[in-house]
């Protein structure tokens, strides 16, 4: 059974500072995803990584992907408060299935 | 295109009532998903229908919880009867083939 982790659940960081959220997954996946959650609202999405190695880069977030290691990271460059949110990643469950299981969330809070 | 469309936004009931959401996929879309969101559980993934075909529905709950996908533009969760514990966020979300899935806005589900 797939599992999905991500870590830290919790972080609270200084605008202007960088961080990293990491998102580790039990079996063999191709597909990766990050999404991000205002408080009440829905699911955005903000990164697909289909490959080993692959890098997206949008504003102050990077995300890569180590299939290899099940590992994914979310990095946080110079971070502002409109970046507060709720971040998930998602693993697609096997090959050739669009069956996504998501991560706990890391919730981030940005504080001046 | 509006997006995926849920409704209703909000649905308050008593405990033993059913209870019926509805979900319309953006056009195109193959794969459709409910997931249900709570704090305590996170983000579950309920089913999920490929080309409306149930594919894996071994996150359902019980057999109070009962999915349908007659056509490819249209989904229901229903619940019945309802309990309190049932209380929490549904989401649907629709993708196309191994893209990004796209969520709705949800429905808020109060069991009292």
């Known amino acids: 059974e797939l599992k999905v982790e991500q870590n830290p659940l919790f972080l609270s960081m200084q605008e202007g500072k960088n961080y990293t959220i990491y998102c580790n997954y039990s079996t063999t996946s191709d597909r990766l995803y990050w999404y991000r959650q205002d408080p009440g609202k829905s699911l955005e999405s903000l990164f697909v990584l289909l490959s080993n190695g692959a890098v997206k880069q949008e504003g102050r977030l990077m995300a890569s992907l180590d299939t290899k290691a099940r590992l994914s990271t979310l990095h946080i460059t110079a971070a502002v408060h409109d970046l507060s949110a709720t971040y998930f990643c998602?693993?697609?469950?096997?090959?050739?299935?669009?069956?996504?299981?998501f991560g706990t969330g890391t919730r981030l809070q940005v504080f001046p | 295109d509006a997006g995926v469309i849920q409704s209703p936004r909000h649905e308050v009931t008593e405990m033993g009532q059913e209870v019926t959401l509805r979900c319309k996929p953006i056009?195109?879309?193959?794969?459709l998903f409910w997931y249900r969101q709570t704090m305590m559980r996170g983000l579950e993934l309920l089913i999920y229908?490929?080309?409306?075909?149930?594919?894996?529905d071994s996150g359902m709950p019980e057999d109070r919880f009962s999915a349908k996908m007659p056509n490819a533009s249209f989904s229901t969760l229903k619940i019945q009867p309802s309990e309190p514990r049932d209380s929490a966020v549904y989401f649907c979300?629709?993708?196309?083939?191994?893209?990004?899935?796209?969520f709705g806005q949800g429905t808020r589900l109060t069991v009292v």
């Open positions: 979300a629709s993708s196309l083939g191994q893209g990004r899935a796209f």
């Open positions: 229908f490929n080309n409306n075909v149930p594919i894996d």
């Open positions: 998602a693993v697609a469950g096997s090959y050739n299935t669009d069956k996504l299981i």
């Open positions: 056009s195109g879309h193959n794969s």
